[in-house]
């Protein structure tokens, strides 16, 4: 990966991009057009991947003005809010999305202190590289990592949605597993 600083820019968006674009070549993001954009969606917002809370096209500011598109959610991995808005005339080539894939495992083990589970896929096989969220501020987990380890400590069998995107898994969602 080569990367070019210029003097006064930012390198971190340098990175991010040049991230986004070796992502792009694998297939790992696509561009879509702005009406297949819907709240609950996930698309990148101001380079992060971020699932929409907001999602609704502005109005014109003129009789011929720009049509405007207003995007925030919060950051997939970190929670933190980004919002922006896209200008959708001239030059406008898409919105980024990341191709996303989710499914559900079984949970056999929990790690409190580090946050690493120990997944049973479908098949029978151990899936070990799943990680609660972390808060960035105190290190704690997030809502929904707090739950899945109370639960698991009160003895309750969960299956868990792990969403994958970007080539990372992130979980989403907790059940009770009525079938154990």
Same mark, same amino acid.
């Given at each position: 990966m080569e990367l070019f600083c #210029? $003097?006064?820019?930012? *390198?971190r968006v340098n990175i991010i991009f040049e991230g986004a674009a070796e992502m792009a070549e694998d297939e790992q993001i696509i561009k879509v057009q702005p009406e297949a954009v819907k709240k609950g969606a996930y698309c990148f917002v101001r380079g992060n991947p971020c699932k929409l809370e907001i999602c609704e096209v @502005? $109005?014109? =500011? *003129? =009789?011929? %003005?720009n049509k405007r598109l207003h995007i925030k959610g919060p950051h +997939? #991995?970190?929670g933190k809010h980004y919002e922006?808005? @896209?200008n959708l005339s =001239? %030059? #406008?080539h898409g919105?980024? +999305? $990341? +191709? *996303?894939t989710k499914a559900q495992y079984s949970l056999m083990d929990v790690d409190s202190e580090t946050g690493f589970l120990s997944l049973l896929t479908d098949s029978g096989d151990c899936k070990e590289d799943v990680g609660l969220v972390k808060n960035d501020e105190d290190g704690s987990f997030d809502e929904l990592g707090q739950e899945v380890i109370s639960k698991f400590d009160a003895g309750e069998s969960l299956k868990l949605t792990v969403l994958s995107l970007l080539g990372r898994d992130v979980v989403v969602a907790c059940d009770v597993d009525t079938g154990a």
């Open positions: #210029f $003097p006064g820019e930012n *390198t @502005l $109005p014109k =500011a *003129t =009789a011929n %003005g +997939v #991995f970190t922006d808005t @896209l =001239a %030059g #406008f919105i980024d +999305v $990341p +191709v *996303t």
